[in-house]
């Protein structure tokens, strides 16, 4: 495993379950995974020392961050299998690829422009404006992004970004935000999971509802782009598709060459959760059951929460709290320090109804929050 945040954490953990034994390589002394996992080569993912020993004790090899170097998928997938591969990952892991690949390909997506210079945001079609710039590699949870109004706006972001290339998206009204985590295995299969409706704070993601609550015309829909999307990568593993539904249309807004937080759910409320499937891809086993046997509330617990008693010194949240709730799964990832805006844990409520499933949740956020 090439990571050893939370995705490989639980990866590790369902590898456990069927029977496998997992190496993790991270630079972090205390990555999540790193502690769960039978070896932490504890090493820059370009260390060749580290590549060799993966290598050489390693069946095969996945990732749960798509910021992993390409040339290290590359060069590991010269010895063992590499799911997915350098290419797909390195298309996923910078906007201006990913999305021209999309465009290319037929996907809709939002109007950008692929920034490389100050003149390429001169040139920029104005319809543009108001504007969302985001680097096109490194970001996440909404970091290196900067809502801009105008020419000067963007330009101004695009010098606080150090000249790093960007997309300059056009600022969409969203309808809501839905996500499709599907599982593809080397034979072209596809195990899709049921489309989640995804709330975010502050960039993050907040809040998964599954099923999502749309017609089921545009679930299908989703769930076949992002199917032909896997196709067109010749995708092997598990990926995430995030869309806007803006004016009851669906457009693409970035894919994750990984499981993906929207997919969480999948560990409660599915008879395959999303790090099976993964395990099942690499070992080259067949797909799991994806079908979802309930309804499910995913609310995600940020470093925040440790500080919302005193600013300046962390407490951990009251846990019981949560525990009043019978259907309630609570899921911590052992991260060293709570920091504000760092994913910690999660918490899914499952039931039969809709409705009564995100009371209870938003019940529990407000008993610990
Ligand atoms: P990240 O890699 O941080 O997840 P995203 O591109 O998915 O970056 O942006 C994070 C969130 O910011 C989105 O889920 C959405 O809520 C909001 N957002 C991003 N781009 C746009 C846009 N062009 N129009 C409206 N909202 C956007
Ligand atoms: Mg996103």
């Not at 089921?216 to 593993?237: C, D, F, K, N, P």
């Amino acid at each position: 495993m090439l990571g050893g945040g939370q995705l490989g954490r639980f990866f590790v953990l369902a590898a456990h379950e069927m029977g496998y034994k997992v190496v993790v390589l991270d630079p972090d002394r205390n990555s999540p995974a790193g502690k769960a996992a039978d070896e932490h080569l504890c090493a820059a993912y370009d260390d060749m020392q580290a590549l060799e020993r993966l290598a050489q004790t390693c069946a095969a090899v996945t990732t749960e961050f798509e910021n992993v170097p390409a040339d290290t998928l590359d060069h590991l997938s010269k010895f063992i299998p590499t799911r997915p591969n350098a290419a797909c990952v390195s298309i996923a892991q910078n906007r201006i690829a990913e999305k021209t690949f999309l465009s290319d390909r037929g996907f809709s997506v939002g109007p950008f422009a692929a920034i490389r210079s100050a003149a390429d945001i001169e040139a920029a079609d104005p319809s543009l404006f108001p504007a969302v710039l985001k680097v096109a590699r490194f970001g996440y949870d909404g970091k290196g992004q900067a809502r801009v109004a105008n020419v000067a706006e963007a330009k101004a972001a695009f010098e606080s970004f150090k000249r790093e290339a960007c997309v300059l998206e056009k600022m969409l009204t969203l309808d809501i935000e839905v996500s499709v985590v599907l599982a593809r295995d080397a034979a072209g299969r596809i195990a899709p999971f049921p489309v989640a409706e995804n709330s975010h704070r502050n960039g993050i993601l907040d809040v998964t509802i599954a099923p999502a609550r749309i017609s089921g015309a545009l679930a299908a829909e989703a769930t076949e782009m992002a199917s032909g999307i896997a196709a067109e990568l010749g995708y092997v593993g598990v990926l995430g598709v995030e869309f806007f539904i803006s004016g009851g249309r669906l457009m693409v807004n970035e894919m994750a060459p990984r499981p993906h937080n929207s997919g969480h759910y999948t560990i409660d409320a599915c008879v395959t959760d999303q790090f099976e499937q993964q395990v099942r891809i690499l070992c080259g086993l067949p797909l799991g059951d994806a079908r979802q046997h309930s309804r499910a509330v995913m609310v995600n617990l940020l470093g925040d929460l440790w500080y919302s008693q005193d600013a300046h010194h962390a407490h951990e949240p009251d846990w019981s709290r949560l525990f009043r709730h019978p259907g309630l799964k609570l899921h911590l990832y052992q991260k060293h320090h709570a920091r504000p805006g760092r994913k910690m844990g999660h918490f899914t409520v499952l039931g039969e109804s809709g409705d009564p499933v995100i009371d209870t949740a938003m019940d529990a956020r407000l008993a610990i929050g």
